[in-house]
DNA sequence: GTTTATCCATAGGATTTTCCTATACATGAA
DNA sequence: TTCATGTATAGGAAAATCCTATGGATAAAC
């Protein structure tokens, strides 16, 4: 906008206020840290401004006039607004604080995040998030379009401008009902799923990658009529029996009572794992907020997760 | 307070805005009828005041980060007060609304005030007043310090930095008990005063003056026991047969029903008047608001009043 | 793979704003 | 009158802002 903007400037109700409060021109420039022919300046700029005279001047000090009088509240109320911005960055800058808008996929989000989101809330109170849910492949549209600021799914990605870092590995098992024939093994090779119908969540699940690479290499049948969009539901198809599949062993933890189900995990001999881990676009840098998280995220692996995963930082 | 504020300026936060809304530099920018780079900088500039990276600058548009969009709402806030202060500044400019802080005399106020506040309110009901009571002498003084801006008041004042305006001058009228010996004449003169006892408001009444001038013109006796603060008390006191005193034609037809009270006013035969007016600060100059009371007190002036006094206008 | 287009950042110089010193003007006090 | 106090004005210095031109980085087009 132009040189002149019709709208006061913060130094004229800077010093708008430390008149009023002052009395005199004179003494508010000192408080001010300017001469009294700037403040005179500024005031008069700001009468004009406002097409109004804002004060009286007077022997012996100022006097509000009605209209500066009205024009205070106000010019306190910006000032104070301009203020509270200022502390909130310092606030946000300290990173004790702020809202990161989270992206999760259903096949790790429902597992990991209530232990990390605990963690932060208890070492960061002032921290706030906001979770979505969504396949991978739409939280990464969703991260790139700007619409999320970090996105825990399964690793690696491809896309170029997004910053990744690994939390950790997890076993991939073999998924088969009670009466499935291999049940009762404790072992399984990529060759004992020769010919068996494979479940897979859809498309857009890494998941799904990994299982398809499997049947191919396996020569097992991925059956494509049903692709889920959660591991529970993938599980419920496992145990009425339609095929076999791929369950992470931490959701197998957290949901699987041990030989207590419909569904018996083995795993497998050569170790089958699934990298999980973080994403946030580059151009976010890396700020506090991201920072804090990845600690807390650490923090749980380390501990809760302990001994069940392969701690892989990078 | 030095160059380099720590207070983000008016400019910054509405480029800010503008950007976030935009989405875009050029086209913010160029919303903003400012180059590209100028905004650039302001925006940078802004970052480095907040100590935070407010927006990731990409391909194809911006997005605002975690700490942008707390910053957002807080940068809109500060610019709609300060849009309001334009606009409040325009209304008050306009004169259809404002405060005005009143003073009154006692021995006027209760009578004219609220026709003349009625009437004010009719014509501009934005315009508020808040009105306070008291001796003229302790009006003028608040006046003079700036605690009221317009007082109502006998003139004249001789307080040379003030402006004064007269409304009418109403004649004061001889104010006696029913028994007593001049209640049944139709005119007095000041000869008939001669050795009356007479009784006066306190020295900080302008009525005061003209009272104890009298008395000294017609050699009638001025009791000091007493000085009431109010025509009211003054009444009582002459209706209890304590003396004679002046009141104003305003005052005795408000509250006199004609012959039918404890008090009888019977009238000078060469005019006694007292002239009424408002008085302000020349310094304040002449705002709206003034104006519009003036023209309110000449309304009710020329009409409820008319034919009760003399207009004396100027 | 090179070119082109788009978008933001940076540089240097012009313009505007803000500031300061010095001084003038106004008013009440001595 | 002269002095003291308080604000306004003038002129030049300093700072902030703006503009044009250009650089660098990335995505799209060839």
Not at 47 to 56: F, I, K, N, T, Y
Not at 97 to 124: F, K
Not at 140 to 167: F, K, N, S
Request: charged fraction near 25%; proline fraction near 6%; charge should be positive.
């Amino acid at each position: 906008m132009k040189p002149t903007d019709d709208m006061p400037s913060m130094r004229q109700l800077r010093y708008f206020v430390a008149l009023a409060e002052a009395g005199q021109y004179r003494r508010a420039a000192e408080r001010m840290g300017i001469s009294q022919p700037s403040l005179s300046q500024q005031i008069a700029a700001l009468e004009s401004r406002l097409g109004h005279r804002l004060v009286e001047r007077r022997r012996g000090g100022i006097t509000l006039t009605p209209a500066g009088r009205e024009m205070l509240p106000h010019a306190r109320g910006i000032l104070n607004g301009a203020s509270e911005m200022v502390a909130l960055a310092q606030t946000l800058n300290s990173g004790v604080a702020g809202t990161l808008r989270l992206g999760a996929t259903p096949t790790i989000g429902p597992y990991m995040l209530p232990a990390v989101l605990r963690r932060l809330h208890e070492t960061h109170p002032g921290i706030k998030l906001m979770a979505r849910d969504g396949p991978p492949r739409d939280m990464i549209e969703d991260l790139l379009a700007g619409r999320c600021d970090l996105v825990v799914t399964q690793l690696p990605l491809v896309a170029a401008d997004l910053a990744q870092r690994r939390l950790y590995r997890e076993p991939l098992m073999l998924a088969v009902a009670r009466d499935h024939p291999l049940a009762a093994r404790t072992h399984v090779t990529t060759g004992d799923l020769a010919g068996l119908d494979m479940l897979s969540l859809g498309p857009a699940f890494a998941l799904h990658g990994q299982i398809a690479a499997l049947c191919r290499d396996a020569e097992a049948r991925l059956v494509g009529e049903y692709e889920g969009t959660s591991l529970d539901a993938l599980r419920q198809m496992v145990a009425m029996n339609m095929g076999a599949t791929l369950l992470p062993a931490l959701y197998l933890r957290s949901e699987l009572p041990d030989d207590d189900g419909d569904v018996v995990a083995v795993p497998f001999r050569s170790s089958l794992t699934r990298t999980v881990g973080v994403a946030w676009r580059r151009s976010l840098g890396r700020p506090r907020l991201i920072t804090q998280f990845l600690d807390a995220a650490d923090h749980v692996v380390g501990t809760a997760y302990r001994d069940r995963v392969v701690r892989d930082r990078g």
